[in-house]
Nanobody, 127 residues
Framework: QVQLVESGGGLVQAGGSLRLSCVVS????????IGWFRQATGKEREPVSC???????YYSDSVKGRFTISRDNAKSTVYLQMNSLKLEDTAVYYC?????????????????????WGQGTQVTVSS
């Protein structure tokens, strides 16, 4: 049974940092592209980042230069390091796994490219 469990969310002041973790089970992490999405209250879920099997990475314009995605296949974990956090980063953050090792073009940013989802972790940035 495939499971993704996010952790690391919390309350942080603007300008601060958090590191989210996504622990996967039920499949070999190294064979799947993993993405992060987020959903703020009252808004649609939006893409944040993605990492493929060959460690290619993708970022949305809103987080580029501030967030870093990485993976540790031995620990079955994908990380999202978030620096210089802004109020608008407040959201529930979800990790998701695709049944493919790579996602091409803009498909990384499309929810339907992913087959498995975690339950999410809340990130709240305060002023």
């Amino acid at each position: 049974q495939v499971q993704l469990v996010e952790s690391g969310g919390g309350l942080v002041q603007a300008g601060g940092s958090l590191r989210l973790s996504c622990v996967v089970s039920g499949f070999r992490l190294g064979q799947h592209a993993i993405g992060w999405f987020r959903q703020a209250t009252g808004k649609e879920r939006e893409p944040v980042s993605c990492i493929t099997d060959d460690v290619s990475t993708y970022y949305s314009d809103s987080v580029k230069g501030r967030f870093t995605i990485s993976r540790d296949n031995a620990k079955s974990t994908v990380y999202l390091q978030m620096n210089s956090l802004k109020l608008e980063d407040t959201a529930v953050y979800y990790c998701a796994a695709a049944d493919l090792p790579k996602l091409w073009g803009s498909s990384w940013s499309t929810q339907k490219s992913y087959d498995y989802w975690g339950q999410g972790t809340q990130v709240t940035v305060s002023s």
